[in-house]
């Protein structure tokens, strides 16, 4: 009798459930299925019926990885064209740092390895920060932690810089709601 | 020769010394994490000093838009994969050069 109980919830639960995830994969179809079009340029039935096929593929692809309840603010994406910007400019500058002692006829390496805070950042600005680390030539995060990142860096001052934390507040801000 | 057209071979010498000197570094310097350095010079910094230098000469809106995806791209993946790469070498356990270590 239990089992006769049990079951019709649990059918009505997996519906929703299928519910839930079909609507999660209509919102993510819409990005790419754009950025297909855009890119193609073409309507015929054969590039158009790829197009399908590789949209389906890229939804799957997200909702394999458990990614499926990221979505993006409009907020975030309006800032961060500005972040982008100022990390380029940092991107240069440390460029420049890593190119003069590539030429230095002698090596003059000192690699550390150190963790750097990232306490209390959502999952979106952790990615942010951390590719950010990685981006800026002379700094690599390593491991990623709840609370702090593993990054190695060509020089101690790399990670001093990181600890000040410019980088850390600016990707915050980016994110930030509101 | 216009002030664009001057900016954007600047821009395009500029990121062709950054390739030159990512690969000299990435024959350089001593293991795998320290190349992996090196190597973020060709890939963000380089690649991307090019791509702006392409963008101040395209003469049709869709082929900007094109070097903007690839740049917007190339910031995401690079990085991405780079760290996969350092996070699975260090689960491995490759050793780490320090200073006064022979080259690996």
């Known amino acids: ?178 | 020769m216009s002030v664009i057209e001057v900016l954007s071979g600047v821009l395009l010498a500029a990121g062709a010394l950054a390739l030159v000197s990512g690969g000299v570094g990435l024959l350089r310097f001593p293991d795998f994490y320290t190349r992996t350095h090196a190597a973020s010079v060709t890939d963000p910094a380089g690649a991307g000093l090019i791509l702006i230098g392409l963008l101040l000469r395209v003469d049709a809106w869709d082929t900007a838009v094109r070097l903007l995806i690839i740049l917007l791209f190339l910031t995401l993946t690079s990085p991405t994969a780079t760290h996969i790469l350092a996070h699975a070498a260090r689960r491995d356990g490759v050793p780490m050069w320090q200073e006064g270590d022979r080259r690996r």
């Open chain 1, 1 to 178: 009798m239990s089992l006769l109980d049990h079951d019709p919830t649990g059918v009505a639960s997996a519906q929703n459930r299928r519910r839930k995830s079909t609507v999660r994969l209509l919102r993510t179809a819409p990005l790419p299925a754009v950025f297909w079009l855009l890119l193609s340029g073409r309507y015929e039935p054969l590039t158009l019926a790829l197009g399908t096929l590789s949209v389906a593929a890229v939804c799957w692809l997200t909702w394999r990885a458990g990614l499926a309840h990221q979505s993006l603010r409009l907020a975030f994406v309006l800032r961060l064209p500005r972040y982008f910007l100022w990390l380029s400019g940092q991107v240069l500058v440390s460029a420049y740092g890593v190119a003069r002692k590539v030429w230095s006829p002698r090596l003059v390496l000192r690699p550390v390895v150190e963790s750097t805070p990232a306490a209390d950042l959502p999952e979106l600005s952790q990615v942010v920060y951390a590719n950010s680390i990685t981006l800026t030539p002379g700094t690599l995060s390593l491991d990623v932690d709840e609370d702090a990142i593993k990054v190695h860096s060509l020089e101690q001052a790399g990670v001093e810089e990181l600890r000040q934390g410019r980088m850390l507040s600016r990707a915050r801000r980016t994110e930030a709601r509101g």
